[in-house]
């Protein structure tokens, strides 16, 4: 099959270190520098609060949201954080999961309005949302670091490009989903299609869009132990921590601690989305 | 030397070495399966546990060559140190050529009954601190004492829960250094120190020899008086029972040297010249035929 040579290799090489990191390592470093601080900034806040108060307000959003069994599962999640001592790496994964959410939503949910009101922008946008959840992490993890230094911010771009497509994919979806009927009683009415997207189509669509942050979280939670290797602190580390020194007790301290978070982000933003 | 990072942090990835013995087929050769009675089969397997590590590919492929000459089949197998001497002590890996001490003690302590230093490949890996040559003022782990500002108060290890990970937090605690020191994998602290030094940054991070970023970067190991960083021995380590399961590999193992120059010879032709290693490590043993064949046993 090797009829001609592709010297993919070597183009990438030097679009990466020939053109890319000495035109724009400046412009890089600026992104690096305000999401660093944007990171740090939720970091510092969820932990200024004791940590009782920020188990307060997850076991009440819990309750309000989800019901009265996963606010027990709550309190019990975060009286294990305290019992096993990773309280600070817990905020630390929260809060790169939080920014990475939010601008995984931030841009996916546009992105998802638009692919669903004009077909070719979803044929353009399909293969590439393919294209970011199958390209191995690990192909631009060292890009990432390249560009961006060591720590959060790398993690967090590369959260943003494993967890963005559901965020995309369910917007689309749930828009798409809204249907005829109520569409033509609204335009019947004389909706304009501004008022028809933002009062009939995104409200209805709501439930398939938290539908999607609720799996944007998930994928984010699940790049923790990724992140670590890329130098962003937290749960991930301890798991880390705990495989390479074959050390099995400590591995499961720090993933049991990514399990009770994931399960009470995954039934509040499911709560939401019912509630809504 | 992109390359050799990318192929680098891909490989290391824990996550893949976690998966690795589901992934490669070779593994369902597991030697205490293999050997049911049949005493010289010919067609026994031996299995090479291989770390991500630039230095433990050519002593591999190498003693590969030797073993598949004496009538066996070889498999190698990807996985971080402590999944090596995890699969090493299980007796699903037979070999590790690549044993670094003291670094590795605390895994030959913890599986003491299953696995043993066979051979001493070499006595004189260095590692230590790394700075790049710019520095012209920084020689020594204390001549960082009082400009820690400069290089950002941090210093780039390896992956948490490494051995020298703790070391060198003892480092910075026993020279009183204002640093922290930042955890990642050898492709991100490479790539990290990269991208400083591609603006001539002061960067400080972690470095060993035998590997090819001696060659591709200027670099230099720091003086450490204080004796945290002693020169390594690189030891080949077995599974307890590969003396009884193929007798004739494991006395060619223990017979088993590799000069330091060597390996990194055979390291930059891998990495910089992106030959394949097997490639290269059959021309190495073409022509250092007297050196191998002193090391395989008479027959009988």
Redesign the interface.
Known sequence: MNYFNLPLEDWTNWFVNDWLLPNFSGFFDAISAVLASFVDAVTNTLLFFPAEVIALIFILLSWFFAGRGVAVFSLLGFIYLGAVDVWIESMQTLSIVLVSTMISVLLGVPVGILAAANAKVERAVRPVLDFMQTLPIFVYLIPAILLFGLGGVPAVIATFVFATPPAVRMTNLGIKQVSEDVIEASRAYGATSKQLLLKVQLPLALPSIMAGVNQTIMLALSMAVVASMIGAPGLGSIVLNGISQVNVGLGLTGGLAIVVLAIMLDRITQGIGQKL | M??S??TL??TS??????TACGENEDVDGLSDEVDDGDDNGGQEEIAFGVTPWTSTVPPTEVAAIVVEEMGYDTAQTEA????V??GLSGGDLDVFMDGWFPVHD??IE?YEDTIEKTALSYDDAEAGWVVPEYMDDIDSIEDIQGEEDSFGNEF?GI????SVTEVNDDVIEEYELDMTQ????E???I??S??LM??EEPVAFYGWRPHSKFYELDIKIIDDDRGFFDDDEVHVVTNNELADQAPDVYEFLSNWSMDIDEIESMIVEIEEEGRDAREVAEEWVEENRDEIDEMIPEDE
């Open positions: 992109k390359k990072v990318l942090v891909t990835a824990v996550l893949a070495a976690l971080d140190a402590g999944n001497y995890t605390n895994y913890q780039y992956e948490e829960g490494a930042v955890n990642s994998s492709g991100g602290m790539a990290e990269m991208r591609e603006s």
